[in-house]
């Protein structure tokens, strides 16, 4: 049986907070299972946390608290491990950023900007400068940097079983120029036929649908309870709660429904790619 490899803690705040963690839990004479017990979470999911790889969610810092007896230590700090981990995102998407690798599937819904995890360098760049002026140079490309280390997951061997719904003008209204809007339709089709994912274009002719309020994205775990993310300008929410989950999954069934299918969608991608590729020779 190979040796245990154990965190270094000195590699970051999560690292640190984990090894933290696993010393205390170990000194309690607990197996992760004894922990994970009445807790709702997993054994992948502590372990995950004990690596640094996860952040530790309130409610469970709590229960390790209790479980523990550490006076409210691992609940005191599990903000500061948070904020750590945000690395260019901004504060409200960071514990998505963090999510998206351990989920079993992704669903989104994307009216209004393509989502990060298709987008190419030039289009995270012309998205952070268009909806963030004010950011100094620097900082906008922090940004596109942590949007582009997120799009490694496709690289995973493990990775979440993807399926997304975009509004027919995202691929129409071009935000970038022939030549790099070429460059961004080809992205989608290439992730989408490589990863096996899913994708869906709702027509600009549907006028009224059942997710006409904005964007979400859905995200379920094989350790953990699925979570629903919505985002406004300058800020985001995780929702956790049965009855709403419930509501937006239902939403999101009846979108998809009224959304073209998937070989038609990747279709018009692929046509709207053709024009954008004439438009740049024509330029």
């Not at 640190?16 to 807790?39: I, M, N, P, V």
């Not at 996860?54 to 230590?73: E, I, N, Y």
């Not at 998809?256 to 740049?280: D, F, G, N, T, Y």
Request: one cysteine or more; proline letters at 7%; a negative charge.
């Amino acid at each position: 049986m190979p040796a245990r490899k154990d965190p270094d803690a000195s590699a970051n705040v999560p690292s640190f907070y984990g090894a933290e963690l696993r010393f205390k839990r170990e000194a309690a004479g607990l197996t992760l299972e004894q922990l994970a017990e009445d807790s709702f979470r997993g054994v992948p999911f502590l372990s995950q946390i004990e690596r640094g790889e996860r952040r530790m969610p309130l409610d469970l810092a709590r229960h390790v608290d209790a479980r523990l007896g550490t006076d409210g230590f691992f609940e005191r700090r599990c903000e500061d491990a948070r904020k750590a981990k945000q690395s260019g995102h901004a504060e409200y998407f960071a514990d998505v950023a963090e999510m998206e690798p351990f989920a079993e599937t992704i669903e989104e819904w994307a009216p209004v900007v393509i989502p990060g995890l298709l987008q190419t360098e030039s289009y995270a760049r012309a998205v952070v400068r268009t909806c963030l002026p004010w950011l100094r140079p620097a900082v906008v490309e922090k940004q596109v940097n942590a949007r582009m280390e997120r799009a490694r997951l496709w690289e995973h061997e493990e990775r979440p079983a993807f399926w997304a719904v975009l509004h027919e003008s995202l691929i129409r209204n071009a935000l970038l120029s022939p030549e790099e809007m070429t460059h961004q339709l080809d992205r989608i089709v290439h992730v989408v036929r490589s990863s096996q994912s899913v994708l869906q274009i709702l027509p600009e002719t549907v006028a009224a649908h059942p997710m006409m309020m904005g964007m979400i994205k859905v995200m379920t775990f094989p350790d953990a309870p699925p979570v629903v993310y919505t985002e406004g300008l300058h800020s985001g929410q995780l929702i956790d709660f049965p009855a709403l989950l419930k509501d937006y999954r239902r939403s999101y069934d009846l979108l998809r429904a009224a959304a073209l299918s998937p070989e038609v969608s990747l279709a018009r991608i692929e046509a709207a790619a053709e024009e954008s590729r004439h438009a740049k020779h024509r330029h």
